[in-house]
């Protein structure tokens, strides 16, 4: 399978958006971790150490300009990919302004094949 051996990390709010998402990848190999918000997102990086992370711009708890900042600082955490999914894709400008660019970006809605095509693409990028 294309991601057997790896492991995402979903921080999705959204019970529905997560579900969608956890269980498309878990259906093309990989180990997924779900999360609900910024803080527990932060800490499930650092403690599982994933491969690849997508990540809700809106999310409760800690802000993504904040968190984002956390895990590009974080040495430990350097190589992790961040794949941004946002139904707001102009929100990308203000984090390139910030200088807290990711590694991609996924705009809602999107499908089956544009998720795992943006998650393989990172991992092997």
Same mark, same amino acid.
């Given at each position: ?7 995402? @990390?979903?921080?999705e ?11 498309v ?20 990086? =650092? ?32 190589d992790l ?11 990308? @400008?203000?984090? =390139?302004? =910030?200088? @807290? ?25």
């Open positions: 399978m294309l991601l057997d051996g790896r492991t995402v @990390l979903i921080a709010d959204d019970p529905d958006q997560s579900n969608f998402i956890q269980t990848l878990e259906d093309n190999g990989a180990k997924v971790i779900v999360t609900h918000n910024g803080t527990d997102a932060l800490k499930a990086a =650092r403690d599982n150490r994933p491969h690849a992370m997508t990540l809700d711009i809106n999310m409760p708890g800690m802000d993504v300009m904040d968190l984002l900042g956390e895990l590009k600082h974080d040495e430990s955490l350097s990919k961040i794949c941004i999914v946002s139904g707001r894709p102009e929100l990308r @400008l203000i984090l =390139r302004d =910030r200088h @807290l660019n990711a590694n991609a970006y996924l705009d809602k809605p999107f499908t089956e094949d544009d998720l795992v095509k943006s998650i393989v693409g990172l991992l092997e990028g």
